[in-house]
């Protein structure tokens, strides 16, 4: 089973890793991160996390899952027409692409949205309306073999689904086990819907 994850400058980090963690523990499974850049080297939105990439995205041409992370990162790509190609070329021979975050963009941006209630970060809704997609505010949204996350923490959620779609509910439930995904914050106000006035504010000075 082969897992792809294209990874870019300005990547968000647990975009990418929090579904790795998850889909590496796949029975015979391989999740492999590919390069959009002429370097094969990626920083993440952050700053600090670096890594080496040498595999090209130009390399692969099929894959069991493609996920596609979200960013800053995105917003350039979202006008690289080889990228975007390479998107749906490889979409034709998928059991499932999905996306975390506004890596949705990518995937509305390459035309596989179309038609399709889907999700992104909350703070993206718009721009994802503007590919023909119907943005619905749940954190994953299945339709048929495209699957799609809200922001940023909800990819490990999409990764449990898909560890589910891809073997069984068992061994899902077990790699939640491992990974001890219980989630019980010390606030509630992981949401649009659930954030007080302050909290709204105050995102708007550190985004």
């Not at 979200?70 to 975007?84: I, K, Q, S, V, Y």
Request: aromatic letters at 8%.
């Amino acid at each position: 089973m082969d897992i792809v994850i294209p990874l870019f400058d300005d990547f968000e980090p647990l975009d990418a890793i929090g579904p790795y963690q998850v889909l590496g523990y796949l029975p015979g499974a391989t999740v492999r991160f590919v390069s959009t850049g002429g370097t094969g080297r990626v920083a993440d939105t952050l700053g600090g996390l670096r890594l080496d990439v040498p595999v090209r995205y130009q390399e692969v041409e099929s894959c069991d899952v493609l996920l596609v992370p979200g960013g800053n990162g995105t917003r350039p790509l979202l006008d690289e027409a080889g990228f975007l190609d390479w998107i749906r070329r490889v979409h034709a021979t998928t059991r499932f692409t999905t996306s975390v975050c506004t890596g949705a963009l990518l995937l509305g941006a390459a035309g596989l949205l179309k038609g399709l209630a889907a999700t992104t970060h909350w703070a993206a809704a718009g721009e994802l309306a503007a590919y023909g997609a119907t943005y619905t505010p749940e954190r994953v949204v299945r339709r048929e073999r495209i699957v799609t996350a809200a922001g940023v923490s909800s990819g490990i959620d999409m990764a449990l689904l898909l560890a589910a779609l891809l073997t069984d509910e068992t061994t899902a439930q077990a790699i939640q086990l491992y990974a001890e995904y219980d989630p019980q914050p010390p606030f509630d106000a992981g949401s649009v819907a659930k954030a007080p006035p302050a909290v709204l504010e105050r995102i708007r000075e550190i985004g």
